[in-house]
């Protein structure tokens, strides 16, 4: 079956620019989950939604960050005002409820920031 | 200190070697233990996941967790060119109802044919 995916999978922006990364998670995942990974570096938490809910949003590192899930499926990453730091592979992963179930990862979206 | 401390490598072993990996983590919250294989360009897979401390094995793969310790590690057998890439551990922590994963920075294994 399909699993996660993620839009684009490359993105180069100027810095100061606006940009959003999308996941379309597993049908019937209700949980989702974004990360950051720079180079060299394990994957961050970012923010953990479950259904249409930011259950914990403790890993944005700042309000230039936000992220949505309106229905509960997929997800958009909002980052403003674009630093050349913010450049890392993004990740999303989603998962059945339960601390038991495994989380699924897309294959990322790599956000450049010049 | 960070939560979990992983060494980097990188990892260089011949074909058909034990490889063993390992971390270490300070939060004796983390109650969940998982390794992922990343490859290059991917996202991680996840290859095993354990709960208790012992040993949990499946084929070539034996996940180890020391809770008195605060060590894991992951044996891989009779290495194989397909098993290079980078191995992540991560960990769970349940308080506050998230389930937010910690990971490790990551060992990058090559396995020579």
């Known amino acids: 079956g399909a699993g996660v995916s993620q839009t684009p999978s490359n993105k180069v922006t100027e810095k100061g620019k606006y940009v959003e990364l999308r996941c379309d998670p597993i049908?019937?995942?209700?949980?989702l989950y974004w990360y950051r990974q720079s180079l060299g570096q394990g994957p961050e938490f970012l923010i953990y939604?479950?259904?249409?809910?930011?259950?914990?949003d403790s890993g944005l590192p700042n309000d230039r960050f936000f992220a949505v899930r309106p229905e509960g499926s997929v997800s958009t990453l909002k980052i403003q005002r674009t630093e050349r730091g913010d450049s890392a592979v993004y990740l999303c992963a989603s998962s059945l409820f339960g601390s038991y179930n495994e989380q699924f990862f897309g294959p990322g979206t790599r956000l450049t920031v010049l | 200190q960070k939560e979990v401390e992983q060494d980097p490598g990188p990892l260089s072993v011949p074909e058909g070697a034990i490889v063993s990996l390992n971390c270490t983590y300070s939060n004796s919250a983390f109650q969940y233990f998982m390794w992922y294989r990343q490859y290059s360009r991917k996202g991680p897979e996840l290859l095993m996941y354990t709960y208790s401390s012992g040993n949990k094995e499946d084929g070539r793969f034996t996940a180890q967790v020391d809770k008195s310790s605060k060590y894991i590690s992951l044996f891989i057998r009779d290495s194989q060119p397909s098993d290079s890439a980078t191995y992540l551990c991560a960990m769970k922590d349940l308080q506050g109802g998230s389930e937010k994963l910690v990971f490790g920075k990551g060992t990058k294994l090559t396995v020579n044919p």
């Open positions: 939604f479950q259904g249409t809910g930011a259950a914990d």
């Open positions: 049908s019937g995942h209700t949980a």
